[in-house]
């Protein structure tokens, strides 16, 4: 046990069922809906929450505590519903650090904007009937006391700033008398002085990290990373009792979470295999499309050291396309004996896309105002929206050029394709180098999925197609690194691939055959199967509280009389007292006051009005649903209680009735809340085209 992480204890208290993994309404509720907790984010949730009340063994104070979780799987999701958490706790103070500039602003959109694509919260938090902002601050001098007050820094300013005299800098005088969380993202670069053995009062970054830290007994540390060294002794020691949850690339891979990535080695020149990788990179799009799929697959063309290689790889880029003719297309389909290249071309033939029409969408496809540059720090601050919005609808970009600036931070899911636009190698003793394993690393943040849906697939964010590798769509599902044909560096990089969690040791294709007797049955040839469609839910058909499965119309609510009676059991008196019964009353929602009505609604995060519209469309106004009959104004509630209270029911009465009716209400909706439905109209399919030949 002594040797066990933290993380292993909270497996085995997971695995026997011992942990409480129900998450409070009001983290779930005033974070952004369109986010929906996984698993795995309600099982670190679970575990925090376990491991701040409940003692364990070598529990210190301040708690310290560090998130071991993989690149992609939404680390800054898990912040966010820790910080409406701990401001339930009592926590008002925030002090997010991270060692790059380029992620501050990224989190920084993500917490405060609400125009954002991947803001984080409800747009109006709300903790009962209280309104709370989120609001940035420098500093946590004369800071609203009502707020989520958060400070913004990377750990080289909050360094600066603590260890030299400025205006309106965050100081240690800061972290006396407020209780603080420290949010540390990317926490393995704050680990100088625990890899150096130096002490930690030294003035380095760990060492101002501790000294804040230890300000006050009831601040917080909680770190998040995707990367911790287990292999170093120190890293062991400083974090057995801290590491909270291990959930990494691996795990997250298996779970079906990221894409998979496929090494696309050619024997071919640089610009050929480019060619290729374009030419792939449409295949996805036009697949997508064909399966009414929003998607503008990118491709990262990765320069090896210098920004002056990287520019001349755009140089060479934008010749290509500007040059790009029907023979260029031709060359690779007749070249290239790579499998799904060849599916490729097999798909653009089977839907009428000649090799003259394909180089003419490649063309404007790529086009120089449709590519960036993130080399520079200068350039890539201007680029900045552009990169962190490549998703939105209304990005253009299709390429992106690159060195070593997005290797950390990076959040993209439409990232399918990475050429490397070099092929030396820097192994020692046939082990992968460090920019192998910065490749590897790269791979793994490129491999975010790309969340879509199939007509018989429910789950977004999972891979579907596992148990199914020949469907078109699979490769929706799969990161091509393109690279040269070079054997012995691309063992290196399966081997930081497996290393990082990316990649199998081994990897097996079961191929599932159709016999052929069953083939000629007249069943195959000419049956059929009748199957609905999965649309998304928009509720519209829901006209009452009847349609989402409230068909209670009358409620109980007890108002505790406080009268009793006490007697003796073992002695011969038998006149024991008897409590006075319970009489009842019955109200309907209309007969209560309505601001009373309205002080109930505001206390309950679900019912905003933003809420009520999504589940109850053809609701107009609030006032609509406290007063229709097929909503609050057909339902009524059962007091019971003593009759003089009962003659004259109290405010308090009335709220505490109405507050437990919209609880009772909102459980009851939960369960019929579902994104998709299954539709009532089943249209005929041929048999043979559901029941076909498929690889595992």
Not at 180 to 208: C, M, P, Y
Request: include cysteine.
């Amino acid at each position: 046990m002594a040797d066990e992480f933290l993380y292993e204890r909270l497996d085995s208290v997971s695995d026997m069922g011992f942990l409480k993994k129900e998450i409070p309404s009001y983290l779930k509720d005033n974070l952004n809906p369109k986010f929906e907790l996984r698993p795995y984010q309600v099982e670190s949730f679970a575990r925090f929450f376990r491991c701040l009340d409940a003692d364990f063994p070598s529990k210190e104070w301040p708690l310290h505590f560090l998130f071991n979780m993989a690149t992609g799987s939404g680390k800054t999701l898990i912040m966010a519903g820790l910080i409406l958490y701990l401001y339930e706790r009592g926590y008002r103070n925030f002090l997010f650090f991270v060692n790059s500039t380029n992620i501050i602003e990224k989190t920084r959109d993500n917490f405060l904007n609400p125009l954002a694509n991947k803001f984080l919260f409800r747009e109006n938090i709300r903790f009962g009937a209280k309104h709370v902002n989120v609001t940035p601050v420098v500093n946590f001098e004369g800071i609203n006391e009502n707020d989520i007050n958060i400070c913004f820094t990377t750990i080289q300013k909050l360094h600066s700033d603590l260890t030299t005299e400025k205006e309106n800098a965050v100081t240690y005088e800061d972290f006396k008398d407020n209780k603080i969380v420290l949010l540390a993202d990317e926490a393995h670069h704050i680990n100088v002085g625990t890899k150096s053995q130096r002490d930690f009062e030294e003035l380095n970054w760990e060492g101002t990290v501790r000294r804040i830290f230890e300000q006050n007994e009831d601040n917080l540390l909680l770190e998040f990373t995707a990367t911790l060294d287990y292999a170093h002794q120190n890293i062991v020691k400083k974090y057995r009792n801290k590491v909270i949850y291990r959930y990494d690339l691996r795990q997250f891979r298996n779970d079906g979470y990221s894409k998979d990535v496929y090494i696309v080695q050619a024997d071919f020149e640089e610009k050929e295999r480019i060619m290729q990788a374009l030419i792939l990179s449409q295949y996805k799009q036009e697949v997508a499309a064909k399966h009414h799929i929003n998607l503008k697959p990118v491709i990262l063309f990765k320069a090896q050291k210098t920004i002056a290689q990287s520019q001349q790889n755009q140089a060479n880029f934008h010749q290509l396309i500007e040059n790009l003719i029907e023979d260029d297309v031709k060359r690779i389909r007749d070249k290239s004996d790579i499998p799904l290249v060849k599916k490729a071309f097999e798909f653009f033939e089977s839907n009428g896309i000649t090799s003259t029409q394909l180089a003419e969408r490649l063309r404007k496809e790529f086009e120089e105002s449709r590519c960036i540059s993130v080399n520079e720090e200068k350039e890539k601050e201007v680029q900045q929206i552009l990169l962190n919005t490549l998703e939105d609808k209304d990005n253009r970009i299709r390429a992106v050029f690159a060195v070593q600036k997005l290797n950390e931070g990076w959040d993209v899911l439409n990232l399918f394709d990475i050429v490397r636009c070099y092929t030396t190698r820097d192994s020692k003793a046939d082990k992968p180098g460090k920019t192998t394993t910065a490749e590897a690393q790269l791979i793994g943040r490129g491999a975010r999925y790309f969340p879509f849906v199939t007509s018989q697939q429910n789950d977004r964010f999972r891979r579907k197609f596992d148990n199914n590798l020949a469907d078109e769509m699979r490769v929706l599902e799969e990161l091509h690194y393109h690279s040269i044909n070079d054997s012995r560096y691309i063992a290196e990089l399966r081997t930081a691939l497996i290393d990082e969690g990316m990649m199998d040791e081994l990897e097996v294709s079961k191929s599932l055959q159709l016999k052929d007797s069953f083939k000629e049955t007249e069943f195959y040839k000419g049956g059929l199967i009748y199957i609905n469609e999965r649309v998304t839910n928009n509720y519209g058909y829901v006209r009452s509280l009847a349609d989402m499965g409230v068909s209670k119309k009358s409620y109980a609510h007890k108002i505790a009389s406080g009268r009793g009676a006490i007697g003796t059991l073992l002695g011969d008196n038998e006149k024991v007292g008897k409590v006075a019964e319970a009489v009842q009353k019955d109200m309907k929602i209309t007969e209560i006051p309505r601001h009373i009505v309205g002080n109930a609604i505001a206390r309950q995060p679900f019912f905003t009005f933003r809420s009520i519209k999504k589940y109850f469309p053809q609701v107009a106004s609030v006032r609509e649903f406290v007063e229709a009959d097929d909503y609050l104004g057909g339902l009524e509630i059962t007091f019971s209680g003593d009759l003089a209270e009962l003659d004259v029911l109290s405010n308090k009465a009335q709220l505490d009735a109405m507050i437990g009716l919209l609880g009772q209400i909102e459980l009851e909706v939960r369960k019929r809340m579902t994104e998709y439905r299954g539709t009532e109209d089943f249209k005929p399919n041929a048999v043979y085209s559901i029941f076909s030949e498929k690889v595992l």
